[in-house]
Structure formats: structure tokens, C-alpha cells
């Protein structure tokens, strides 16, 4: 068959057609997006690598995939994406620094009393850092890790006192595992200082960076274009921090190098936050901002409101020369000189979190604009909303911390990703078990409506003379789609409305095809299309609708297979002369069902009976069907216990007497003499009873009988 021209994009002619707006959080306002040159240069804020990713890096990486896609298939705009990884910070020294002195102490073999003394100091040392502590949320998680390691403890002396030192052992190595945490935070404080080489450093986020790429292949987000470590761009930030300074913008204090906002922010083209202007001066927000390491900053800096570009390193950190000392950098000013390494004095596109806005993205613009003393380093930035789990702020403390892999493991990344494509990608997103099923009903209602094209298509071929008001009511539905569509992509890549429009196609589309029993297959066909193209640019693809041939070989010889074994079946039932004509019709039929049920549905074909005509047959992702199927399996199992259930307490209201059984119901003494099934044939005198008694003593026996046989069934099943 011919391959179809692909469908193309464009709206009805004589339609005005919009042109992309982004909404650009320097300005707080849609603008029309203009880019500088040929080629969009976009810069986005990757991950800080010292732990598992989560579902709020999900929200950020694929909802600018998405805008990412969009931009480059609909638009058509080449797009140059570079992210960087943030390999070097305050969260990846603890982290590497805690987990190293952790698997030393666990290599050197303490005697087990040692170890006890020694978790029990690391405890006393959490207690008082608990005592300190005021956020709320970090006081909760502190408790609940005292608790745990309390809790493993008692476990031991509990296997000690029973003598099991088998059971005492395994309580012991679960003991050292609950105790990390506290353990490690002691023995930083204790030996943190010693270490110094910059290899321990570099493994965790080395291995957190390759499982988050794992991450967002698994979720299909499109890599960049180039990935920047900064642990790989020491000696350009260095360069880089040195000509703000000769511009006069910062200044070196104890070997750390200090951006002097108040110096910056006085000059006529510069202001300091550009981005969140009522944040000025937040010193919690900028605190958090240059870490936990740096508790002696204050003292070092001008002004609260002044951070660091260069930090020196102190005992227990990893340190890089430079004219200030061995340091290492800030972490706003990684972004800055990376970014303008690739892209020069100005780029189109930045994008990163809503929280990272204040003070991390208003730093960088500052840094940068010192640097080149311009104020246009750059044009539009662009930042996704935060992400609530069940409407709450996620937050370990609160148990509702989710990583993508687990997220994963509940939720396909099509899933995931209509989620994401059902919000705006700058409002908050409240992951909770209502949106994902709204999200899998969607996606379902996209499967279903190519399957059923695919089957049309299938069982009618290609036709395309129909043509009457109904077509034209469908064709009017799919124009008005496509302008609809460009409109809201248009509005700040809109994709919640195109979605609401795609679901109303598909809705006047199943009309049409449930009201008419001689349907314009193409028309249908170019609708299916443009909704595949449109789904497999946002990363959802739904396979190509317009075929329904098998998907490779493999599926090829494994549906052989199937049709050999059935062959097979089939000719031994036809050798069997034994077999009579009521057995071989229950085969075949057992044989059909399973045809439907267990052969075709490993292989993602669903078998659809249809009355009168030929079976539906649709091509499924064989895990989702193999799911849908046992769900079916597990509603009909709950019924039936239900039922038994229901059964069972009916019985327990019923009396619980046995009814006679029909055969001895007669045996009394108002009787002499009986025939071989029990009726009487003599009264209790010797007299024979009449015909009409007969007749009606077995009328009464057989109704005892069905009585009994239903007692018999209730007991034994």
C-alpha cells in the first residue's frame, strides 16, 4: 500500500493565523517570542546530583520537553538545548563526605560494643540538633530517624536477651543500616574534616547523574543537545568570576569571592531580581541559596544581600586552584559561566523550577550582566509550577516524597506525561490518584479511537465517496480542531486546551461512526492522523495509525505460532473417533475463548466478538492488556467471593435441620410393606394402597427429592 503524504500542520486557508506567545516571568506577561538569531539557544537548569530523582524534577524536565518538542515540530524553529549538572555543591560534599566515612567505619570491622557506644553518642549529638532546629518539617524527619535507629536498637537487645545470636546478627547489620543517617552525621562531625580527596567527590554525583538520564529516558524526554558538568568548567568559571571583578561588581574576602549587589544595583542599566523583585534582601531564601557549608559567610560578606561566586574551601571540602586559593564555585555562578560559554553575552530561552527563581536565577542574571555590562543576557525566562502530591508540598518529612522510579512503577510515562500536558506547564500540579486516572482515561480514549480507525480500516479498506452533511458536519469538527489547536499552541504553548479540543474531535468523530453504517473512512483516517502527529509530538506516541500490520517479525512468528498450535489441536480432535459430536462442539468452543482470552492477548491482540460480521482485532500494548484482563479476572474472583459470601450468610439465617432423605421418607410405622424405590405398596394393616395414593405418595417424594438434592448442592460447594 502507498505510503499517505504526512498531515501537515497548517490551518484552513484564509484563517489568520496567531503567531507563539510565551509567558516570560521577566516581564510577568505573554509575550511574542522573537528570537535573536536563526537558531533558538536555550539554556535550562538541570539537576543537583546527590540523590534520586523526583517527581518534582519530572514536573520541570518533561513540561519543557514538551514546550521543547513543540517549539521544534510545530514551530519549526531549530532549537540549540544545553543542561547542565550541578556536580559540585554543599548537598554533594555532605552527602559523598558522610557516605564515605560510613563505608570506612563499616570496613573496619568495631566490635559490636563499639558500635553501640558509638550510636549511642551520634544519637545524643541528633538530639541536640533536633533541640535547635525550627523548621518544622527538617525537626519532624530528625525525630522520625532517632526513632527508627531506637527502634533497630531495641530490636537487638531483644534478639541478645533471647540468646538467638543468629537473629542478633542480622538485627545488627539492620541496626548499622537504620543508623546511617545518625551515625554519618556524628562521624563528619568527628572526622568530616580529614577528607580531601576531590575522587571521593566525584562518585555519588557521577552515579546519581547516570540514574537520572535512566529517569528521563524512561519518561522520553529528548537529551540535550549538550550537557555541562561544572566540575568540568572550573577553570572557565574562574575566568569568568575574575572579569566581574575587574568590572567592579564583586570582590575577594579570606580566598571566597563576594558579587557586591549594592555596587551592582546602583548602577543607572542595572537592578538586582529582576525576576522577583519583592524577594530583595529575603536572607532565609538567601542563605539557603549558598549552602549549608558556608555558616561563616556572614562575617566574610559586606552585605547580607551580597553571595558567593568563589568559595574557599575549607577542611573535609574539595578544592581547585585559583588567585584567590583552593576553592571551588558558588552555586549560582555555574550556570552564568557555562551558559555564556555556549551562547555568548545573550540567549534566548532559560527555564528552570518556580523556586528557583529568588535567589538563583535572579543571581545569575546579575552575574551575567556584570560580566558582559549589559542588561539583556536573557530574552524570555520561562518557569514550570511547583508539584503538590495529593495537595500537599512534597517534603520526606511529610511521607509523601515520590521518585520517579517509583512513580514509574505505578504509572506508565505516557501516563505521566498526559498529567503534565492536562496542566499548564507554568501553574501548580497536584499529583494525586484523580489525576492519574483522568490521565489514563485519556490515554485510553486515544488507544481506543485509533484501534477502532485501524479495525475499520481493516474490515472496509479505504473509502472516500461518502459525502453528505454528515461529512461535512465532521470536516467543520476537524477545521475548527486544527484552528483551535494553533490558537491555544500559540498562547503560551497552551497544551490543557488542545488536549480539551482533541478529546471534542474524538468525541464528534465516535458519532459520527456510531450514527452511520456507510462512513467516510479517510475523512476519519486524516483525523486519526493529525491526532497521532500531534500526540507523538508532545512524547505520547500512540504508533502509526495508518497501518495495521503486525510490529516486526517477532510478533509475526509468535502469532504463527499460536495459529500452528491451534492447527495442531485441531487435527488430533479430527483423528479422534472416539470423540462424539456434543464433546467436539465443547472443545472447539473452549478452544475459541481461549483463542481470545490466553493465546492472542501476551501478544497485544484483543479478539473483540462482534455479532453478525467479523471480529474486531486491534494491535494493544500487550502490558496493559495482560493488566486490563487480570483486573477483569480480579472483579469477576471478588464477585463470585460475594456471592459465596452471601450465600453462606443466607444459609446461617436458614434452619439448620437436614431435610429427610426421600428414599427413607416412607420407612415409618403408618406403612408395612414398600417397592424397590422406597413408595409404599401396604398401610400399617396390610392393606394394599389404591393407584390415586400411590400417585400422590410420589408425587410428595419427588418434591423431596428436588428438596434434598438442593440441600446436597448448598453443603458440598
Known amino acids: 500500500m502507498p505510503k499517505r503524504p504526512e498531515p501537515d500542520w497548517s490551518i484552513p486557508v484564509g484563517v489568520e493565523a496567531p503567531k507563539l506567545h510565551l ?42 520537553d514538551i514546550l521543547r518538542r513543540v517549539m521544534q515540530d510545530y514551530f519549526g524553529y531549530p532549537v540549540h538545548y544545553v543542561m547542565n549538572i550541578t556536580d559540585i555543591d554543599d548537598k554533594i560534599i555532605k552527602r559523598a563526605r558522610t557516605k564515605y566515612l560510613i563505608k570506612q567505619y563499616n570496613d573496619s570491622q568495631v566490635p559490636m560494643e563499639q558500635v553501640y557506644h558509638d550510636i549511642a553518642a ?9 533541640a535547635t532546629t525550627t523548621d518544622p518539617d527538617k525537626r519532624k524527619m530528625f525525630i522520625d530517624e532517632v526513632q527508627k535507629v531506637k527502634a533497630a536498637a531495641d530490636a537487638v537487645k531483644a534478639a541478645s536477651v533471647l540468646q538467638n545470636s543468629a537473629e542478633a546478627s542480622i538485627k545488627q547489620e539492620q541496626l548499622l ?19 580531601s580527596d576531590n575522587s571521593i567527590f566525584a562518585e555519588l554525583p557521577r552515579h546519581y547523574e547516570e540514574e537520572f538520564i535512566k529517569d528521563m529516558k524512561a519518561l522520553n524526554v529528548l537529551p540535550a543537545d549538550v550537557v555541562t558538568r561544572v566540575s568540568e568548567y572550573v577553570p572557565q568559571i574562574v575566568e569568568y568570576v575574575k572579569k566581574i571583578i ?42 539557603e541559596g549558598e549552602g549549608a557549608l558556608s555558616a561563616n559567610a556572614a562575617q566574610e560578606k559586606r552585605s547580607p544581600n551580597d553571595f558567593a561566586l568563589w568559595k574557599a574551601s575549607k577542611p573535609g571540602e574539595p578544592a581547585w586552584p585559583s588567585p584567590w586559593g583552593p576553592g571551588r564555585p558558588g552555586w549560582h555562578i555555574e550556570c552564568s559561566a557555562m551558559a555564556s560559554e555556549i551562547f555568548g553575552e545573550s540567549l534566548d530561552i532559560h527555564t528552570g523550577g518556580v523556586d528557583l527563581k529568588f535567589p538563583h536565577h535572579d543571581n545569575e542574571l546579575a552575574q551575567a550582566e556584570a560580566h558582559y555590562n549589559n542588561d539583556h543576557w536573557v530574552r524570555y525566562f520561562l518557569h514550570t509550577g511547583h508539584l503538590h502530591i495529593d495537595g500537599c508540598k512534597m517534603s520526606k518529612s511529610l511521607k509523601n516524597f515520590i521518585t520517579i522510579k517509583k512513580a514509574l512503577e505505578a504509572n506508565s510515562a505516557a501516563h505521566l506525561r498526559i498529567a503534565f500536558l492536562l496542566h499548564a506547564w507554568k501553574d501548580t500540579l497536584d499529583y494525586s490518584s484523580n489525576t492519574m486516572e483522568g490521565a489514563r482515561q485519556f490515554y485510553k480514549m486515544l488507544s481506543e479511537f485509533k484501534l477502532n480507525i485501524q479495525d475499520l480500516i481493516r474490515r472496509t479498506g479505504y473509502t472516500s465517496t461518502t459525502w453528505s452533511s454528515e461529512e461535512v458536519t465532521l470536516q467543520s469538527a476537524f477545521d475548527n480542531c486544527r484552528i483551535d489547536v494553533h490558537k491555544a499552541l500559540c498562547d503560551s504553548i497552551d497544551t490543557k486546551t488542545t488536549l480539551d479540543r482533541t478529546r471534542d474531535l474524538i468525541t464528534e468523530a465516535n458519532k459520527y461512526m456510531n450514527n452511520n453504517v456507510k462512513v467516510n473512512s479517510q475523512l476519519l483516517l486524516n483525523i486519526s492522523d493529525y491526532i497521532g502527529k500531534l500526540m507523538n509530538m508532545f512524547g505520547v506516541p500512540l504508533g502509526d495509525s495508518s497501518t495495521c500490520e503486525g510490529q516486526g517479525s517477532e510478533k509475526l512468528i509468535a502469532v504463527a505460532e499460536v495459529v500452528g498450535n491451534i492447527r495442531e489441536q485441531l487435527r488430533q480432535w479430527s483423528r479422534d473417533k472416539e470423540m462424539n459430536v456434543q464433546e467436539l462442539q465443547k472443545q472447539l468452543l473452549g478452544l475459541c475463548d481461549g483463542i481470545r482470552d490466553d493465546m492472542l492477548p501476551p501478544l497485544g491482540v484483543r479478539l473483540e466478538d462482534r455479532e453478525g460480521g467479523a471480529p474486531s482485532i486491534k494491535l494493544v500494548d500487550a502490558a496493559a492488556l495482560m493488566q486490563e484482563i487480570q483486573t477483569k479476572k480480579d472483579q469477576e474472583e471478588s464477585r463470585r467471593q460475594e456471592k459465596t459470601k452471601k450465600k453462606a450468610e443466607q444459609m446461617a439465617k ?22 424397590a424405590s422406597g413408595i409404599p405398596t401396604h398401610d400399617k394393616d396390610g392393606k394394599e394402597i389404591t393407584k390415586s395414593q400411590s400417585k400422590k405418595l410420589s408425587k410428595l417424594m419427588e418434591a423431596q427429592r428436588k428438596k434434598f438434592e438442593k440441600w446436597q448442592a448448598q453443603h458440598q460447594s
Open 122 to 130: 551520634a544519637m545524643e549529638q541528633h538530639n541536640a540538633i533536633i
Open 246 to 287: 575587574d568590572n567592579g561588581y564583586a570582590y575577594e574576602s579570606n580566598g571566597s569571592v563576594y558579587f557586591d549587589v549594592g555596587k551592582f544595583d546602583a548602577e543607572p542599566n542595572h537592578y538586582y531580581a529582576k525576576l522577583v523583585p519583592e524577594a530583595y534582601g529575603n536572607q532565609e531564601a538567601l542563605e
Open 23 to 64: 509567558y516570560n516571568s521577566l516581564t510577568r506577561k505573554k509575550e511574542l517570542f522573537v528570537p535573536q538569531g536563526q537558531v533558538v539557544t536555550w539554556y535550562s537548569c538541570g539537576p543537583t546530583v546527590y540523590d534520586d530523582s523526583h517527581m518534582g524534577h519530572a514536573r520541570s524536565y518533561v513540561s519543557f
Open 177 to 195: 543500616c537504620s543508623a546511617a543517617s545518625v551515625l554519618g552525621e556524628w562521624l563528619d562531625r568527628q572526622k568530616g574534616k580529614d577528607v
Open 654 to 675: 436458614e434452619p439448620r435441620e437436614t431435610p429427610k432423605d426421600p428414599k427413607d421418607m416412607y420407612r415409618t410405622p403408618e406403612y408395612s410393606q414398600w417397592d
